[in-house]
């Protein structure tokens, strides 16, 4: 059941990871080429303005409206985020159980990796506030300030999953020779 659990995020996950690219690479332009993450990291309201005007229509490539898509992409997150979060947390606790010596640390990531899903939360709101024209040096900062913290996590618990997914293949594999 574990299992399919997991298989079950992880596809989630990745149908998700798919919308967000497909969703997002309007976003990547001369002023944003790194697309939504420009506006995640904007930590000032002079960033978030370069970064809302080169989306405006006036200023967008064919005068697409960027601001829009924007939003839009950042509503699909709100998904994406239920996905991957339960994915690295259902992995991470489903490591720990196979791996007696990390498990601690398999937990702790797990429950990290649920904190970096509602980072991701107070990070698109701050996104949508500012998207909707809203530019305050504070609401740059705590999103930026979430954004970062979120990324950490994240990683921390994908490099576990990908450590402890190693070794517990290997035991595997070295019980079957």
Known sequence: MKKNRLLLLFAGT???????MRT???LKTAATPKGILNLEFAYDTTATRVITTAWSPSAAPGGQDLI???ERNTWYDFGFLFFYALFLCNACYFLAAQLRGSARVGRLLGRGALVAGGLDILENIG???TLDGTHQN???????????????LALLALLYILVAGAMVLYKKLSRKA
Request: glycine residues 4%; hydrophobic residues 75%.
């Open 14 to 20: 990745l149908v998700m990871m798919v919308v967000m």
């Open 68 to 70: 829009t898509a924007a």
């Open 138 to 152: 504070y609401i740059a900062i705590a999103t930026t300030f979430f954004a970062s913290i979120k990324w950490m």
């Open 127 to 129: 996104m949508l506030l």
């Open 24 to 26: 997002g690479s309007v």
